[in-house]
């Protein structure tokens, strides 16, 4: 039985699609949902929608989630929803993926994220005449240790913590300008950092900020840094942190400011025992990805984003 909710799910219904999700993530290697469509099966998300595949006794055996609609792009792109689809481990190979993707499609759909490049991603995509338009590389490092060269923080610029409640409308500001062209990133709102402040990982020591001091003695915020911790068992059987972003505002680029950043964060993961690293970073992103392939991280796995041609 397939449902279509809008918004919210019912608390069973997120618990049953929050069981699928692990269930695939136990059997595949990767997690299937991104943090966003995560945080709206767990919390709810104005504008969402969720496609469902109800099998015997309730159990979910497929879930799409539908971003908000968004807006066409200045590239030309299509105005619609985004899309995120699991199946589970056991329902598989009976066509039930293609299904929820052309009911998603139905729905508004215009893009798909295939997390992990799943080859029975690459098939729906092929059936559905979708095109690959898209590449978000999952980066890993092990054994990162800090050296007697490691960078300094240019003139004028120091690091700082962030401070929850006073930095929210700065560090909002300096996101936006710093991932300008980004389509996801330099959209967050107020709510976005609020609900992950909440989460259960958040601790602001991990989250630098990169401060320069005006004339007018007035710190102006020009970089950031915000790390994050992950369990046993979400990446592999240890735990592992993460680069989860770091940006730098145009003002200050060239100044080298994103090395010493990146030297910080992984700086205080190793610290607290991370031996383990990872990240994300668009493929076509070649400074970002020089500046992590020279801090020693290398390619896991790719995710690939699918849209209507």
Not at 222 to 238: E, L, M, N, S
């Amino acid at each position: 039985m397939r449902e279509q909710t809008a918004g919210s799910l019912t608390q069973a219904d997120r618990e049953r699609v929050a069981a699928l999700v692990a269930a695939a993530a136990s059997a595949d290697g990767h997690v299937p949902l991104s943090e966003e469509a995560r945080l709206a099966v767990a919390h709810g998300r104005a504008g969402t929608m969720h496609l469902i595949e109800h099998g015997a006794k309730g159990a979910v055996l497929g879930y799409a989630y539908l971003g908000a609609p968004d807006e066409a792009g200045d590239d030309g792109s299509t105005a619609g929803r985004g899309c995120e689809l699991v199946i589970a481990p056991q329902a598989r190979g009976a066509g039930l993926g293609t299904l929820l993707a052309r009911d998603a499609l139905t729905a508004g759909a215009v893009r798909f994220w295939a997390h992990g490049a799943h080859p029975a991603a690459r098939r729906v995509a092929a059936k559905l005449g979708l095109r690959e338009s898209r590449e978000l590389r999952l980066l890993e490092l092990t054994g990162w240790a800090p050296t007697t060269l490691s960078p300094k923080a240019p003139d004028g610029i120091s690091l700082r913590s962030f401070r929850p409640g006073e930095d929210d409308e700065a560090w909002l500001a300096l996101n936006a300008a710093a991932f300008a062209h980004h389509p996801e990133q330099g959209q967050w709102t107020a709510e976005d950092l609020a609900e992950r402040k909440a989460e259960p990982w958040f601790d602001p020591a991990g989250f630098f900020l990169a401060e320069r001091i005006g004339a007018n003695g007035r710190g102006e915020l020009v970089g950031f840094h915000w790390t994050k911790t992950h369990p046993a068992g979400a990446y592999g059987p240890d735990a592992v942190g993460e680069v989860y972003v770091l940006g730098v505002s145009p003002a200050a680029q060239g100044l080298g400011l994103g090395r010493v950043l990146l030297h910080s964060g992984m700086a205080y993961l190793t610290a607290r025992g991370y031996r383990t690293v990872v990240l994300y970073v668009d493929g076509d992103n070649t400074g970002a990805v020089r500046l992590y392939e020279q801090a020693g991280f290398r390619t896991r796995s790719v995710d690939l984003e699918y849209r209507v041609r």
